[in-house]
């Protein structure tokens, strides 16, 4: 049986089809308030952006959604984690300082902001999973106790996974460094011809495992912790990874931590993705690209396998803009994420989250 995912296109003509507007009918429309009770501790989670992104979601946006969790007697709360890498966000005071400079504070908002796994990432939560990678998967605490939870998820490109979407949002939203360091399985490595030995990489790395030997980079993978902010930052691409064999895994470890990010929350989730700007790489970006493809509207659903389906078909169905990274892959029906990424296959974190059983990939794309 497909999911149903319901969509709102932009167009607008009148000021009842405004995209707050649309963002409450979406809402409505795909039950969200059955899966919200009477004080729940509601987690709404968000990508807040790294400072000098403006690619995320618009606090007026969360707004709608803050506003329709408190009409179920509901306590809302904005959430995400620390981040890996050094930033913006890798701690809970930064993260709550960037968040509230990009418009997420409680007067446009509505909600508090939590980071969900504490100060400095140490307040976490073993939840058990038994799949194929991981027996137990660890989980920011204050979002394993949410009682319910709104993940609503800008959709774009990504470096390694292809695109990001719901299932990423649950996957590295949810987790602490810990988790997201046990998610990194790749590690990257140096191509020598191509290095220039700038130290690009090596200034960035937060874990001090790249030097520069005899004017090239080294990358000790004792120390590395996976996190791809080297690969970022190469003005040469004179570093990659094994997308053959380390990749897939990472890809399916991801996916096991998105199942886990739910886990003891059945029925009690819903995801909506934004489809507008479409950037080519991640809200991580201290920078935002131009978009890839034009804007193309607004996704909710009860099932993050089928909102991630329909939101890389509907990617997919636009033509291409060519002033941008995107390098192939212009027309329609094509992978525009392989255009920017050529490497990448996003499609894959979708068909395990299938396999494992997070949801279904089949879907009926309800216009509203």
């Known amino acids: 049986m497909k999911s149903p995912v319901y969509f709102a296109g932009l167009r607008a003509y009148s000021d ?37 992104n403006d690619g995320y979601i618009s606090p007026v946006y969360v707004r709608q959604v803050v506003d329709k969790i408190k009409t179920c007697g509901a306590l809302p709360f904005l959430t995400d984690t620390s981040t890996l890498y050094l930033g913006s ?35 976490v939560a073993q939840v058990k999973i038994e799949r194929k990678h991981f027996n137990t998967v660890i989980i920011a605490g204050d979002i394993a ?144 690209d131009t978009p890839i493809v034009p804007d193309i509207g607004i996704l909710a659903s009860k099932d993050p396998v089928a909102i991630d389906a329909a939101s890389f078909d509907l990617v997919n169905q636009q033509t291409g803009f060519t002033e941008s990274l995107l390098a192939a892959h212009h027309h329609k029906g094509e992978d525009k994420f392989k255009g920017v990424h050529a490497q990448t296959d996003g499609f894959r974190q979708v068909k395990y989250a299938e396999e494992i059983g997070m949801g279904n990939s089949m879907y009926d794309l309800i216009v509203i």
């Open 89 to 123: 966000r890798s701690n809970a005071v930064d993260h709550i300082t960037t968040a509230i400079l990009h418009g997420f504070d409680f007067a446009v908002t509505g909600a508090p902001i939590i980071i969900a796994d504490g100060l400095f990432g140490k307040n």
């Open 16 to 52: 009842q089809e405004s995209t707050t507007i649309k963002v409450q009918r979406l809402f409505d429309l795909a039950g969200f308030s059955g899966v919200i009770t009477p004080h729940d501790r509601t987690a709404v989670k968000l990508h807040f952006g790294e400072q000098g």
């Open 145 to 288: 106790l949410a009682d319910s939870m709104i993940v609503m998820s800008h959709f774009k490109g990504h470096i390694v996974s292809g695109f990001g979407g719901a299932i990423k949002n649950l996957a590295m939203g949810c987790a602490p460094p810990e988790g997201k360091r046990a998610q990194h399985y790749a590690r990257p490595f140096t191509i020598p011809d191509r290095c220039s030995g700038c130290g690009a990489c090596a200034e960035i790395c937060p874990e001090t495992a790249i030097t520069i030997e005899k004017e090239r980079t080294v990358i000790h993978r004792d120390l590395c912790i996976g996190c791809f902010e080297c690969m970022h930052v190469c003005p040469e691409h004179a570093i990659d990874i094994d997308w053959e064999t380390e990749i897939p895994v990472f890809m399916e470890r991801m996916v096991e931590y998105a199942y886990g990010a739910v886990k003891g929350k059945e029925n009690k989730v819903g995801y909506i993705n934004f489809l507008i700007r479409i950037t080519p790489d991640c809200d991580c970006f201290p920078f935002s």
